[in-house]
């Protein structure tokens, strides 16, 4: 049971360049989230997926495209990197949205866009 | 909307020292309360949570209280330890969940 993986674990894009974050869970959960860590602001979220083939936006969605085709999976696009964009990813799941349901969270992506 | 206030940080203790880390909400509804933990390099894991008004929260030998007339849910250790040393998070959940901006846990033997 490997829980939260996320590939890959650091990532060194030009300004312009796109990629892909892959989250994947073994874990049966419907719930997905991609969350973007920068000092001093703690988590915000991106997008989330309630369900195979659904997604919403978070917070702080501009700038980056998700999918869910996959109830495993959750994948997050970046399509034109900035510097701004430079920061850590985590990927998160669980089992259902309720108020006492944790979330269990991969071990992140160090991106960094020059 | 929800938010989550967390004491600020660094905070740096020797070794058995008592801690205490403080989290103030402001929510509709009433919301789950959760303490998560981030070791150096590494995703955030469930460290404690509490579901209604009054519960104590524990494991680890990490206590917190859902305080509902405070609106708080402090983070207490009688004795840390030099592997306590991580950024600790509050989070509050009523749907979505809210994270504070994290207080990083320096201990020194």
């Known amino acids: 049971n490997a829980g939260v993986t996320q590939t890959p674990k650091f990532r060194v894009l030009k300004t312009g360049q796109s990629m892909t974050l892959l989250c994947a869970q073994d874990m049966n959960h419907e719930y997905m989230y991609w969350y973007r860590q920068d000092p001093g602001m703690g988590l915000r979220l991106i997008h989330y997926s309630v369900g195979e083939g659904t997604t919403a936006k978070g917070e702080v969605p501009d700038g980056y495209n998700v999918s869910r085709l996959k109830k495993q999976n959750f994948l997050l696009g970046l399509e034109s990197a900035a510097p701004s964009q430079t920061s850590v990813y985590f990927c998160a799941s669980s089992e259902l949205a309720g108020g006492d349901n944790e979330q269990f969270f991969g071990p992140g992506t160090r991106l960094t866009v020059l | ?109």
């Open chain 2, 1 to 109: 909307g929800d938010s989550v206030t967390q004491m600020e940080g660094p905070v740096t203790l020797s070794e058995e020292a008592f801690l205490t880390i403080n989290c103030t909400y402001t929510a509709t509804g009433y919301p789950s309360l959760f303490w998560y933990v981030q070791y150096p390099g590494e995703g955030l894991q469930l460290l404690l949570k509490a579901t209604k008004a009054d519960d104590k929260g524990s494991n680890k030998g990490f206590e917190a209280t859902y305080r509902k007339e405070t609106t708080s849910f402090h983070l207490e250790k009688g004795s840390v330890q030099v592997s306590d040393s991580a950024v600790y998070f509050c989070a509050l959940k009523a749907g979505k969940s809210t994270f504070g901006d994290g207080t990083t846990l320096t201990v020194k033997p």
